[in-house]
DNA sequence: ATCCGCATCAATCGTTTGGTTGATCTTTGT
DNA sequence: ACAAAGATCAACCAAACGATTGATGCGGAT
């Protein structure tokens, strides 16, 4: 029986090589490409496919994670497999956290993406070899849980900004994003903001 | 008559793409492909490609910009089109200086594409719409040249580093990484460290 | 032979930052 | 109704930081 595919992909030449690469798999057969997280609802919604497979990146619109989100409370729910290039903790368990059923790297082998659909249809998990250790040690010391406003802050701070640029764009005082730095700090383990930035962009919560 | 071309991609999806996008023009002949940049360097020399396709980030091994002016440095040289995800202003410029032809975002079209490629198979430059107005931006305000031990402390500095430990780590003293921080300041326009780290990794320079 | 850029170091000074403690108010969940 | 968590603010202090000035030695360019 063979197993129906939606790709999702922004980038036109991914599509094409994926529907390439999925082509010469008899198991597997290709039923729609979107572009957009938006298009690939209204595709799945229409196709019903048992797998989706969508890059975490998606330019414009709705990203990766709300695209698996929203994919998942489709009724039937397909397998939502990720394929993309990063490889950064905090997507991934986003995107599982969101109800993806696998995550694989744009490195791998055409075949190790024809098996991971295969796979992903039969309801299993599938997750690159190196990143099952870093999803299981994230489950082990979850990553620190930020506040929107803490993300508010951390962004501003990403960008460079000084404590008084933080305060007046947030419409705060120096004060409360003071205390908010504290707290950012030590949810990250962070001794100073350039590590903190350092950490948040490695472990892409921003 | 039709234009020959190398591939050169670490991700074999991305090949795929290519080859099917390339392979429905007829003015275009896929000549190779290529995962790394050593392997390019021995295919052109062996197929003398009109045009190597190439990404900037290859994985392990050289990168794109120095395959690009190793691959200039052939007889014949062929002509290299940068195709890549990312539009850093300092990868921009680095590939142009290393001899690139071109540089195009993997967002485009095929078409687009093939079009490039014929174009810089006749020596015209090629580069994506909004790229351009910022590379000859580039020109006009150069982006800021570090020394060699700038960049040293400038990635120090990003990974988070206090300045005790980035002297610790290079072995000098504090008031040598001062000295060098002063500098990696006035040239990057920053105020502080959080926007030096800001600034260069929005200009690619780290 | 001279000049200039680079790397190295030193001393000083004012400002910013990060750490701390503690407080009020709102929202959320139970 | 109450507890818990988040957002807001205040005042204080030592350490770190950024700016400045100035100096030495080395190497490549002219």
């Known amino acids: 029986m063979t197993t129906t595919v939606l790709l999702v992909d922004d980038h036109p030449v991914v599509r094409s090589g994926l529907r390439a690469v999925l082509d010469s798999a008899d198991t597997v057969q290709v039923v729609g490409e979107a572009a957009t997280g938006e298009e690939a609802l209204t595709l799945a ?121 933080i305060a007046r764009t947030l419409f705060v005082t120096e004060a409360t994003v003071k205390s908010h730095l504290v707290h950012i700090f030590a949810k990250l383990g962070a001794e100073n903001r350039s590590r903190a930035i350092h950490i948040a962009r490695d472990t892409g919560l921003i």
């Open 45 to 165: 919604a229409h196709f019903h496919p048992d797998v989706v497979l969508c890059d975490l990146r998606l330019g414009s619109g709705i990203d990766g994670i709300e695209t698996t989100a929203a994919l998942r409370n489709l009724d039937p729910a397909p397998a939502v497999l990720i394929l993309t290039t990063f490889d950064r903790d905090a997507e991934i368990l986003g995107a599982i956290e969101a109800g993806a059923t696998g995550y694989l790297l744009k490195e791998v082998a055409p075949e190790t993406i024809i098996d991971g659909i295969q796979r992903a249809a039969a309801g299993e998990t599938v997750l690159a070899p190196d990143l099952a250790t870093r999803v299981l040690n994230g489950m082990r010391s979850p990553l620190p849980k930020l506040t929107d406003r803490e993300i508010d802050v951390l962004s501003l701070l990403a960008t460079g900004a000084a404590n008084k640029e």
